[in-house]
């Protein structure tokens, strides 16, 4: 009977040391990765920043690529669920009207040949 709980003991020192290692000694660290792989808050801030720089050039082509940075969606959608989260997350008055603004000029947007389709 020993040698059964010797086992375990070895088995439950063996799983303890080896989250030990990949939690605190060595855990994963995502670095450069890309845009898609936001969760929902920050893929709202990053098309807030996108919404920002449009406010400033009114490029939408240059905002509809920028978009297409996450995911394969089109950029009125991106844009749109942006909104929608800015909204439930109560951002502030004006960087929900920039966000409309956005929404609204990739909403109308027609891609020139080889661009970012809406």
Same mark, same amino acid.
């Given at each position: 009977?020993?040698?059964?709980?010797?086992?375990?003991?070895?088995?439950?020192?063996?799983?303890?040391?080896?989250?030990?290692?990949?939690?605190?000694?060595?855990?994963?660290?995502?670095?450069?990765?890309?845009?898609?792989?936001?969760?929902?808050?920050?893929?709202?801030?990053?098309?807030?920043?996108?919404?920002?720089?449009?406010?400033?050039?009114?490029?939408?082509?240059?905002? *509809?690529?920028? !978009?297409?940075? &996450?995911? %394969?969606?089109?950029? /009125?959608?991106?844009?749109? =669920?942006?909104?929608?989260?800015?909204?439930?997350?109560?951002?502030? *008055?004006?960087? !929900?009207?920039? &966000?409309? %603004?956005?929404?609204? /000029?990739?909403?109308?947007? =027609?891609?020139?040949?080889?661009?970012?389709?809406?």
């Amino acid at each position: 009977m020993s040698r059964w709980i010797k086992f375990f003991i070895v088995i439950a020192l063996g799983l303890a040391a080896g989250l030990i290692y990949g939690w605190v000694i060595s855990p994963v660290e995502y670095t450069n990765t890309t845009p898609d792989t936001l969760r929902a808050d920050y893929r709202s801030d990053y098309v807030l920043m996108v919404a920002e720089v449009f406010h400033a050039d009114q490029n939408v082509e240059q905002a *509809a690529r920028r !978009l297409g940075m &996450l995911g %394969s969606e089109p950029p /009125a959608r991106i844009a749109s =669920q942006a909104l929608d989260y800015a909204r439930q997350a109560n951002f502030p *008055a004006s960087d !929900l009207a920039l &966000l409309q %603004s956005l929404t609204a /000029a990739l909403q109308t947007w =027609q891609p020139a040949s080889g661009g970012v389709s809406p």
